[in-house]
T-cell receptor, first 108, second 115 residues
Framework: GQQVMQIPQYQHVQEGEDFTTYCNSS?????IQWYKQRPGGHPVFLIQ?????EVKKQKRLTFQFGEAKKNSSLHITATQTTDVGTYFC????????FGQGTELSVKP | DGGITQSPKYLFRKEGQNVTLSCEQN?????MYWYRQDPGQGLRLIYY???????QKGDIAEGYSVSREKKESFPLTVTSAQKNPTAFYLC??????????????FGPGTRLTVL
């Protein structure tokens, strides 16, 4: 069945360092969504990518959708303590499947 | 103020008891979902409903039941048949197939602990 794998599971960075999380699907996706969950909170929608090779930016966050529409990445430039949380990808194949998430901690 | 509400925030139950988690939305969304989140794991789909009076099993439906009698409400019952019910439960909604998108809007969640 459809699977969505996300790596790494945890990432600890010094404030100001960059951060990247990767999402890989076993099947071709029609779209991929990214969510952020702050500690103790609930997931909040960040962005949706639909087109092959699509790149979208939100301030220091850059989202990419692979050419084959089977992988995606989220890159944060110059992390801040406000970036702390767990980042989830969710791929839509036949249904929406969430990755396991990457938990980001930022040391001031 | 539109959104999704879940109650209660924390819930304790004795082993062998059924418990119902509330989920209400005033976003006028057609679709609603229940997810379970365990530490270090992603969100696993329990049940979903695309329209009133209809719902479908997700990946981990065993030991759970739902109803969708009103568009705004999608309560989840955790039955005594659920072998490991302690978890964080998240309700979500989306516009639905008619809206052409399934962006999930999540409620604040209910943390269930079985004693």
């Amino acid at each position: 069945g459809q699977q969505v794998m996300q790596i790494p599971q945890y990432q600890h960075v010094q404030e100001g360092e960059d951060f990247t999380t990767y999402c890989n699907s076993s099947t071709t996706l029609s779209n991929i969504q990214w969510y952020k969950q702050r500690p103790g909170g609930h997931p909040v929608f960040l962005i949706q990518l639909v087109k092959s090779g699509e790149v979208k930016k939100q301030k220091r966050l850059t989202f990419q959708f692979g050419e084959a529409k089977k992988n995606s990445s989220l890159h944060i430039t110059a992390t801040q303590t406000t970036d702390v949380g767990t980042y989830f990808c969710a791929g839509r194949g036949g249904k929406l499947i969430f990755g396991q998430g990457t938990e980001l901690s930022v040391k001031p | 103020d539109g959104g999704i509400t879940q109650s209660p925030k924390y819930l304790f139950r004795k082993e062998g008891q059924n418990v119902t988690l509330s989920c209400e939305q005033n976003l006028n969304h057609d679709a609603m979902y229940w997810y379970r989140q365990d530490p270090g794991q992603g969100l696993r789909l329990i049940y979903y409903s695309q329209i009133v009076n209809d719902f479908q099993k997700g990946d981990i439906a065993e030991g759970y039941s739902v109803s969708r009698e009103k568009k705004e409400s999608f309560p989840l019952t955790v039955t005594s048949a659920q072998k490991n019910p302690t978890a964080f439960y998240l309700c979500a909604s989306s516009i639905g197939s008619s809206g052409g998108t399934d962006t999930q809007y999540f409620g604040p969640g209910t943390r269930l602990t079985v004693l």
